[in-house]
């Protein structure tokens, strides 16, 4: 199952939706559009998910495309699911600038994720499934063992 995931910021996506619709794949699609005013033809969306059907849906998924916000990125890698990541874009109304780029550039430079920036979903989702990504390892510990030293000086 592929999981399309927009986030919950009040910016729509509606060019990667349009994207997904064009998809020639028999997997089974489902979308959480968020405030995007396109409505999808060929698979199921929903606005919005409460967090258990959110987590349900990411269960059930082998591969998460998702715009480029941090969390939607980390959350979809911790589950170890494969994810393409589109970089909302601020001439398309998509976002206020263009720090997704970067942000998915970072973590496409991890081995984590597929940044795909020419909305080219057919090759995105071809290369996911040939491609062994890295597993996400968290560095939360060692920003805290580091804070910890830094304290007690």
């Not at 995007?36 to 929903?46: G, I, L, T």
Request: glycine letters at 8%; a negative charge; aromatic letters at 10%.
């Amino acid at each position: 199952m592929i999981f399309i995931t927009l986030g919950s910021q009040k910016f729509q996506f509606n060019r990667l939706l349009k994207a997904v619709d064009e998809l020639k794949t028999d997997e089974e699609i489902f979308a959480q559009i968020g405030y995007s005013d396109y409505k999808p033809v060929n698979y199921k969306y929903k606005e919005f998910l409460d967090r258990d059907e959110f987590a349900d849906v990411m269960s059930k998924s082998d591969i998460v495309i998702t715009h480029g916000g941090t969390g939607a990125i980390i959350g979809a890698v911790k589950k170890g699911k494969k994810v393409i990541a589109v970089p909302r874009l601020a001439k398309y109304g998509e976002h206020v600038d263009d720090h997704q780029i970067q942000l998915i550039g970072q973590f496409k430079e991890l081995g984590l994720i597929y940044a795909c920036e020419d909305m080219n979903l057919q090759k995105a989702l071809d290369v996911v499934k040939k491609t062994e990504y890295n597993e996400y390892k968290s560095n939360t510990q060692t920003i805290i063992k580091s804070l910890e030293e830094f304290i007690e000086g």
